[in-house]
């Protein structure tokens, strides 16, 4: 899988919220009521990546999640973070 | 809860295997078989640290998980934070 070029990574995201292009990946924090709140999404999330066999990185301290979106074999960010960005937003949000 | 003294700590974490104690807080990285062992154990350590109400600062990718643990409200490591690394040590390692 090609990587995409920034252009086509900063109109994906902007269809998205509260992403951001950096550093060859995709990130974006979400603040949660509590522990329990951000645990439960977070166990929700774990079972599309594994699903999608596509994982985030991600860091959790209390009710804080960050989430990085990268495709290691293909050196940048490619369709398959915009997709698991999109699951992570439809799971989370709607 | 007063922060423990640095001699403490690394007397309390000799008992543990694999913490480092280093920026005020107690670290430790542990690799699993894949996602799903990973985040089978994050699972069960949630429920400790919830329980606790005691709570890591945690980053995993795919099958590494990194833990860090401090108690940020007495500014250091607690003995709070050397029962939570034992109670990791104990559900994953016994």
Redesign the interface.
Do not use: C
């Given at each position: 899988m090609e990587p995409l070029q920034k252009e086509e990574i900063e109109k994906a995201i902007q269809n998205l919220d509260g992403w951001e292009y950096n550093e060859n990946a995709i990130h974006t924090k979400i603040e949660f009521k509590n522990?329990?709140e951000a645990?439960s999404a977070?166990?929700r999330i774990?079972f599309e990546?594994?699903a999608q066999a596509h994982?985030?990185?991600?860091?959790?301290?209390?009710n804080q999640l960050e989430i990085s979106l990268s495709t290691h074999d293909a050196g940048g960010v490619t369709q398959k973070d915009i997709e698991m960005a999109t699951t992570i937003e439809t799971l989370l949000f709607n």
């Amino acid at each position: 899988m090609e990587p995409l070029q920034k252009e086509e990574i900063e109109k994906a995201i902007q269809n998205l919220d509260g992403w951001e292009y950096n550093e060859n990946a995709i990130h974006t924090k979400i603040e949660f009521k509590n522990f329990k709140e951000a645990f439960s999404a977070m166990t929700r999330i774990a079972f599309e990546a594994e699903a999608q066999a596509h994982h985030p990185e991600w860091t959790n301290v209390y009710n804080q999640l960050e989430i990085s979106l990268s495709t290691h074999d293909a050196g940048g960010v490619t369709q398959k973070d915009i997709e698991m960005a999109t699951t992570i937003e439809t799971l989370l949000f709607n």
